[in-house]
Every structure is written in structure tokens, then in C-alpha cells.
């Protein structure tokens, strides 16, 4: 931003970046004696203690309400998949399969057949479809 | 044949959150004086500023290259939201499809906290940067030079139309700085 600006507000973060730089470059020493000679030595570190804490509770909070949300959605991927018939599993699979030979490539079910797969491999593939969102919402397994 | 894309390690989450704990009382000070300084004249505290730069660091949001102080990164992170903000405001419809894919983001994250568009926040950084200017006009060099900050030029732009010294520029900056002080 080096457009000269009227915004007094602007203006002022023209004068902080400077001052900034300027900060950054002092060395240890001299910046604390600054501090000891023009600002609060007392309280040297407290606003960037309070504001880590408040950062480290907030981004904690997130990641739970993510994790939360992450485990919501495989119970109910898992509990959709339990409330699925094999038998009509394996339909709706063949039914996949054969419209889309990609589909076959993924699962090499060309190889080995849709009838040779387990019950349990047939619900697996089932419930990644599910998690994949293949099925759309209210779709009846 | 492209060039191949030069990667730099950035710290781990890990690593990060770790530096973070161990930042030392000087850096502290680096880190409370600027966020006082990038924050004046605007609605958002200083506290808030630095609570979204360590947020989007631990949320690795925002990356540190292994080598670069944390420090500075952050302080530097301070400055990009700020400018994102900033810039928002004062470009029109075309420049803003210009600016970097991340600059709504960035400015997204102040706006949350702070609006530009409140006339009293505008008026304080009125009454600041005046008083400002009047403290720092004792030293006839010293408000040349604060005049070519606040028309944002750079440091050689400063020292170029001066004609001062690098070490005559130095001395103002110091002196600057030091005077303001007691505005932020």
C-alpha cells in the first residue's frame, strides 16, 4: 500500500510499519532498556500471555466442535449401513457396478465376481459409498 | 522445461505451538509494541490482534518458514491482516479482484472485530495522528520524515527526496518512535 492516503487511520499504519521494522531490528538489550526507560516493564508480556490463552482456548474449542462434528457423521454412516439388508445390498451393488465399469476397475469385481465378495465386504464397500455420499439423503437401502 | 517449485519447509504445528511457548521477554515486547502500533486509530484492541495472529498460527492457518524468527512472523502476519483490512477499503471493485486470493480471508478475520466504517473511530485516529504530529514537529527532521511515512513512501523514497543519510534517517526513526510511544 503506497498510495498516498487521506484516511487518518491509514496513515497512522504507514507510521506503525516503519516504527515496526524498527522494532524488530533492535536488539534484545536495547529494546528492554527502552522499555525500562519509556514503557511498563512490570507488565512486559501480559497482553501476549492473555491473548495466547485466549487463542489457544479458541482454536482448542474448534478442533472439538470439529471432532465432535467428524464423529456425528461416522455414527451415522455406521448406523445407516447396520439398518442395510445384505441381500438388497448386493442389488443395488450389481445395479452400481454394471452402469459404471470404472466402478468395477475400483473394486475388481470384474475379477472375482459380485457373488464371490462377503457379506461383509459388500457392506464395506456399501458404507463407503455412503460416507462418499453416493446415496442421496433419504435414499432407502 | 518449468523450473521445478522451490519448496521451504514451514514449522509443524508442533514446532510452532512450542515456539510459542517459548518466546522470550524481549519478544514480547516486540509483539505488544507492534500490535499497540498496527491497532491505533482502529476499533480492534491490541489483544484481539494478537489473539487472531496466534489463532491462525496454531490452526496452522498461517504457515511459519522454518528459518524466519517467529517473532517476525508474527509481527509480519499483524501487518498482512491489517493491510488486507486496509486495502479493502481503499481500492475500488476492478483493483480488488487484483488483490491476492487471501485478502478477503485476511480481512475477513479483522472485520469480524472491527468496522471502518465507525465515524468515532475514524475521529480518534484524526485526534491521535494531530496530536501526534505536533509532538513530533519539535524536530524539523524528524517531521519530514514522518510526513514521507504517512504518505506511506518507503525508507529510501524518504532518505531520496531528504536527502539525509541513512544513519540521519535512523536517528529520526528512533526519535519517532520513541516520541509515539505514549499515543499507542
Same mark, same amino acid.
Given at each position: 500500500?503506497?498510495?498516498?492516503?487521506?484516511?487518518?487511520?491509514?496513515?497512522?499504519?504507514?507510521?506503525? !510499519? !516503519?516504527?515496526?521494522?524498527?522494532?524488530?531490528?533492535?536488539?534484545?538489550?536495547?529494546?528492554?532498556?527502552?522499555?525500562?526507560?519509556?514503557?511498563?516493564?512490570?507488565?512486559?508480556?501480559?497482553?501476549?500471555?492473555?491473548?495466547?490463552?485466549?487463542?489457544?482456548?479458541?482454536?482448542?474449542?474448534?478442533?472439538?466442535?470439529?471432532?465432535?462434528?467428524?464423529?456425528?457423521? !461416522?455414527?451415522?454412516?455406521?448406523?445407516?449401513?447396520?439398518?442395510?439388508?445384505?441381500?438388497?445390498? !448386493?442389488?443395488?451393488?450389481?445395479?452400481?457396478?454394471?452402469?459404471?465399469?470404472?466402478?468395477?476397475?475400483?473394486?475388481?469385481?470384474?475379477?472375482?465376481?459380485?457373488?464371490?465378495?462377503?457379506?461383509?465386504?459388500?457392506?464395506?464397500?456399501?458404507?463407503?459409498?455412503?460416507?462418499?455420499?453416493?446415496?442421496?439423503?433419504?435414499?432407502?437401502? | 522445461?518449468?523450473?521445478?517449485?522451490?519448496?521451504?519447509?514451514?514449522?509443524?504445528?508442533?514446532?510452532?505451538?512450542?515456539?510459542?511457548?517459548?518466546?522470550?521477554?524481549? #519478544?514480547? %515486547?516486540?509483539?505488544?509494541?507492534?500490535?499497540?502500533? $498496527?491497532?491505533?486509530?482502529?476499533?480492534?484492541?491490541?489483544?484481539? @490482534?494478537?489473539?487472531?495472529? $496466534?489463532?491462525?498460527?496454531?490452526?496452522?492457518?498461517?504457515?511459519?518458514?522454518?528459518?524466519?524468527?517467529?517473532?517476525?512472523?508474527?509481527?509480519?502476519?499483524?501487518?498482512?491482516? @491489517?493491510?488486507?483490512?486496509?486495502?479493502?477499503?481503499?481500492?475500488?471493485?476492478?483493483?480488488?479482484?487484483?488483490?491476492?486470493?487471501?485478502?478477503?480471508?485476511?480481512?475477513? %478475520?479483522?472485520?469480524?472485530?472491527?468496522?471502518?466504517?465507525?465515524?468515532?473511530?475514524?475521529?480518534?485516529?484524526?485526534?491521535?495522528?494531530?496530536?501526534?504530529?505536533?509532538?513530533? %514537529?519539535?524536530?524539523?527532521? #524528524?517531521?519530514?520524515?514522518?510526513?514521507?511515512?504517512?504518505?506511506?513512501?518507503?525508507?529510501?523514497?524518504?532518505?531520496?527526496? @531528504?536527502?539525509?543519510?541513512?544513519?540521519?534517517?535512523?536517528?529520526?526513526?528512533?526519535?519517532?518512535?520513541?516520541?509515539?510511544?505514549?499515543?499507542?
Amino acid at each position: 500500500m503506497t498510495k498516498k492516503s487521506k484516511d487518518p487511520r491509514i496513515q497512522l499504519f504507514h507510521v506503525a !510499519r !516503519r516504527d515496526v521494522e524498527d522494532i524488530l531490528a533492535m536488539s534484545d538489550d536495547e529494546l528492554l532498556k527502552d522499555v525500562e526507560e519509556y514503557g511498563d516493564m512490570q507488565n512486559v508480556g501480559k497482553l501476549v500471555d492473555d491473548a495466547y490463552l485466549a487463542a489457544k482456548l479458541s482454536v482448542g474449542k474448534s478442533r472439538l466442535a470439529a471432532a465432535k462434528d467428524a464423529l456425528e457423521k !461416522r455414527k451415522h454412516d455406521t448406523e445407516a449401513v447396520k439398518l442395510i439388508d445384505v441381500a438388497k445390498a !448386493r442389488t443395488l451393488l450389481q445395479a452400481v457396478a454394471s452402469n459404471d465399469p470404472q466402478f468395477q476397475k475400483k473394486y475388481t469385481l470384474a475379477a472375482r465376481g459380485l457373488q464371490d465378495l462377503s457379506d461383509a465386504e459388500v457392506l464395506s464397500i456399501i458404507s463407503e459409498l455412503v460416507s462418499l455420499g453416493a446415496f442421496p439423503d433419504g435414499w432407502n437401502l | 522445461m518449468p523450473e521445478p517449485q522451490k519448496t521451504t519447509r514451514v514449522l509443524a504445528p508442533e514446532e510452532m505451538r512450542s515456539a510459542l511457548e517459548k518466546l522470550s521477554k524481549a #519478544d514480547k %515486547a516486540r509483539l505488544e509494541n507492534a500490535a499497540r502500533r $498496527f491497532s491505533s486509530g482502529l476499533s480492534i484492541t491490541p489483544q484481539d @490482534l494478537l489473539q487472531i495472529v $496466534f489463532e491462525k498460527a496454531l490452526s496452522h492457518e498461517r504457515k511459519c518458514p522454518d528459518g524466519v524468527p517467529v517473532v517476525v512472523f508474527l509481527a509480519r502476519a499483524m501487518e498482512s491482516l @491489517l493491510d488486507s483490512y486496509l486495502t479493502k477499503r481503499e481500492h475500488d471493485a476492478h483493483e480488488q479482484a487484483m488483490l491476492s486470493p487471501n485478502a478477503e480471508a485476511e480481512a475477513a %478475520a479483522i472485520e469480524s472485530v472491527a468496522s471502518l466504517d465507525d465515524p468515532a473511530e475514524w475521529l480518534q485516529a484524526k485526534q491521535t495522528l494531530a496530536a501526534l504530529t505536533e509532538k513530533i %514537529a519539535e524536530n524539523a527532521t #524528524d517531521e519530514m520524515v514522518f510526513q514521507g511515512q504517512l504518505e506511506g513512501m518507503s525508507p529510501q523514497e524518504i532518505q531520496d527526496v @531528504l536527502e539525509i543519510t541513512p544513519v540521519q534517517y535512523a536517528s529520526a526513526l528512533t526519535s519517532i518512535r520513541r516520541k509515539s510511544d505514549k499515543f499507542f
